[in-house]
C-alpha cells in the first residue's frame, strides 16, 4: 500500500528552474530557440576573440542602451530567449562588462544551465568579488546542484558583509535544510523571519525544518503565521495538513489539505493517517470518498481502500476470536 504518497512536497527555491542541457551545440543553449535565433545566439556567444572595439556599429543596429533595456524587460517578462540574445551581442562589443555577465549568469541559473551559470558568475567574482548579488547567485547554482556546503559558504559569505540580507538568510537555511541539518537551518530561518515578517517562503521552510523533527506544534505554529500572509498557499497548506494529521487532528488536516486543490487527494492524504494509525474503519471511508471524488484515474485510492478493509475485516476477526 502506498501509506507514504502523500503528495509530499521537497522545499523548493524562490526561483522557478526549467530543465534543459547546457551545450555549447547551437539550438540547445536555451531551450525554444528557434533556428535563426541559435544561429545568432551561437554567434554572440562564441567570437569574443577576434573582437574589434573600434568596428563601426552595422548601419540600423539597436543602441547599446536601447538593446540592453530590451533585455532587461524581456528578462522581467521571463523571456529568457530573447534578454539572452540582447545581452550576448552586447557582450561582443563590451566584453568586460560585469553586470551584463552578471545578468546572463542568471539567465542561465534560471533555465538550468548551471555550467554556464558558475562559469559567467566566476567571471564576475574574479574582477568584482565585492557584488554580494553574484555570491548569492552562485549559492544557488550550488544549492540547485546540491553542493550544500559551497552553498552554505557562499551565503554566509554574502552575510558577513550585509547581516540584515534576508533573503540570503532564508538560502543560507535552505542549504542547511536540504543539507539534512534541521536543527541548524531553524535559528538561520528565524531571522529570517525577524527580517521579513511576510516570507510564506520562510514560514514553509521553518515548517519544514519542524517537521523533520517531528515538532508538530511548532511546525503548526510557522506555517499557521505563513497561512495568514497566503491562505490558499499550496506548500503551507500541504505541510500543515501533515502536522495536523500526525497530530491526530484529523478534521484540521483534511482542512488544510483541501485547499492544495485536489478534494480526493485531501481525503486519500487523511486516509493515510488514520491507517497508520490503525483506524481502519475511518481510514476505508476516507478512501471511499476519494473513489467517488475520482472513480477512473485514482488507482492508488482504490489500492488504499483494499488495503483498508482487509485490516479492517482481520480487526473484527481478532475482535470475534477474543470475545
Given amino acids: 500500500m502506498k501509506v507514504r ?5 521537497v522545499l523548493v527555491l524562490a526561483l522557478p528552474l526549467l530543465v534543459c542541457q547546457c551545450s555549447r551545440k547551437p539550438g540547445t543553449l536555451v531551450k525554444g530557440l528557434k533556428p535563426e535565433q541559435a544561429a545568432k545566439l551561437q554567434d554572440a556567444y562564441d567570437p569574443y576573440e577576434g573582437h574589434r572595439p573600434d568596428k563601426a556599429a552595422p548601419k540600423g543596429s539597436i543602441p547599446s542602451d536601447r538593446l540592453e533595456a530590451l533585455g532587461d524587460m524581456s528578462l ?11 545581452f550576448l551581442q552586447l557582450l561582443k562589443d563590451n566584453p568586460g562588462n560585469y553586470k551584463l555577465r552578471y545578468k546572463v549568469g542568471v539567465i542561465f541559473l534560471l ?7 558558475r562559469q559567467e558568475l566566476a567571471r564576475v567574482l574574479v574582477s568584482h568579488p565585492e557584488m554580494m548579488e553574484a555570491h548569492e547567485a552562485l549559492g544557488l547554482v550550488h544549492l540547485e546542484e546540491k553542493q ?16 540584515n540580507r534576508a533573503r ?8 542547511q535544510l536540504s543539507a539534512g541539518h534541521p536543527r541548524e537551518a531553524i535559528p538561520v530561518l528565524e531571522a529570517a523571519a525577524a527580517l521579513d515578517p511576510q516570507s510564506v517562503s520562510t514560514f514553509c521552510a521553518l515548517g519544514q525544518a519542524y517537521l523533520d523533527l517531528k515538532d508538530y506544534p511548532r511546525a503548526i505554529t510557522w506555517l499557521k503565521k505563513g497561512q495568514a500572509v497566503s491562505p490558499q498557499h499550496q506548500k ?31 481525503y486519500n492524504n487523511v486516509g493515510v493517517y488514520y491507517f497508520m494509525e490503525g483506524h481502519y474503519e475511518e481510514a476505508a471511508k476516507c478512501f471511499q470518498r476519494a473513489l467517488e471524488l475520482r472513480p477512473v484515474f485514482y488507482q492508488e485510492a482504490k489500492t488504499n481502500l483494499h488495503r483498508a478493509l482487509e485490516k479492517l475485516q482481520q480487526a473484527r476477526k481478532n475482535d470475534g476470536e477474543s470475545s
Wanted: hydrophobic share 45%.
Fill in 5 to 9: 504518497s502523500l503528495g509530499l512536497i
Fill in 76 to 86: 522581467q517578462s521571463g523571456d529568457y530567449e530573447t534578454s539572452l540574445l540582447h
Fill in 236 to 266: 503551507i497548506n500541504q505541510r500543515l495538513g501533515m502536522a495536523l494529521a500526525a497530530m491526530k487532528r484529523y478534521p484540521e488536516a483534511l482542512e488544510a489539505f483541501l485547499k492544495v486543490g485536489d478534494e480526493a487527494q485531501a
Fill in 148 to 163: 550544500y556546503a559551497q552553498a552554505v559558504e557562499e551565503f554566509r559569505l554574502v552575510l558577513a558583509q550585509e547581516p
Fill in 111 to 117: 533555465t538550468g544551465q548551471f555550467e554556464g551559470a
Fill in 168 to 175: 540570503s538568510r532564508y538560502l543560507l537555511g535552505v542549504a
